[in-house]
T-cell receptor
Framework: EAQVTQNPRYLITVTGKKLTVTCSQNMNHEYMSWYRQDPGLGLRQIYYSMNVEVTDKGDVPEGYKVSRKEKRNFPLILESPSPNQTSLYFC????????????FGPGTRLTVL | ELKVEQNPLFLSMQEGKNYTIYCNYSTTSDRLYWYRQDPGKSLESLFVLLSNGAVKQEGRLMASLDTKARLSTLHITAAVHDLSATYFCAVAFGNDMRFGAGTRLTVKP
């Protein structure tokens, strides 16, 4: 089954404790992206990756890091989480040509205390 | 500044009625997407609009794109309860993707 998976689905942590949210897709998609969803703000893009070893900042990259060492994986790293990073996070992937729609993961609800 | 604005943000409709959701964006783009999100769920792709004048229809939903006016519409025909969800438009500006704030649609009997 074609899918995007994220882990964990729910996470409660404390300020300053480094964490990683994993994202994996099995569709051989080139493009992968991370978003955060906050009430009234829609989805805001954090980082995206056009392909392996190619990443770029989105709209709200501060406080986040990503890496793309393999085509299927695109982890999101919070080196020192803060309460304002409490949010619902989605990973998505798409084939770049011809600009197909994105397939979204199930979401990770993160709470930073 | 790259901005995407949706109107309305909240929409309560009666079953059987028609309505339109609007998506305006600030800078030239020829790639626009519509997604649906059910409560507590992820996003699901509805339409991909890639050129001026593009029109796509699926069931009771029809989406169109006017790149000159920087406007897309999502038209709902004869709404049914199953269409209750939040609808997002998303616009690609180069490799950046910007989403509207979403329109929460409630269809009442």
């Amino acid at each position: 089954e074609a899918q995007v998976t994220q882990n964990p689905r729910y996470l409660i942590t404390v300020t300053g404790k480094k964490l990683t949210v994993t994202c994996s897709q099995n569709m051989n998609h080139e493009y992968m992206s991370w978003y955060r969803q906050d009430p009234g703000l829609g989805l805001r893009q954090i980082y995206y990756s056009m392909n392996v070893e190619v990443t770029d900042k989105g709209d709200v990259p501060e406080g986040y890091k990503v890496s793309r060492k393999e085509k299927r994986n695109f982890p999101l790293i919070l080196e020192s989480p803060s309460p304002n990073q409490t949010s619902l996070y989605f990973c998505a992937s798409s084939s770049r040509h011809p600009y197909n729609e994105q397939f979204f993961g199930p979401g990770t609800r993160l709470t930073v205390l | 500044e790259l901005k995407v604005e949706q109107n309305p943000l909240f929409l309560s409709m009666q079953e059987g009625k028609n309505y339109t959701i609007y998506c305006n964006y600030s800078t030239t783009s020829d790639r626009l997407y519509w997604y649906r999100q059910d409560p507590g769920k992820s996003l699901e792709s509805l339409f991909v609009l890639l050129s001026n004048g593009a029109v796509k229809q699926e069931g009771r939903l029809m989406a169109s794109l006017d790149t000159k006016a920087r406007l897309s519409t999502l038209h709902i025909t004869a709404a049914v309860h199953d269409l209750s969800a939040t609808y997002f438009c998303a616009v690609a500006f180069g490799n950046d993707m910007r989403f509207g704030a979403g329109t929460r649609l409630t269809v009442k009997p």
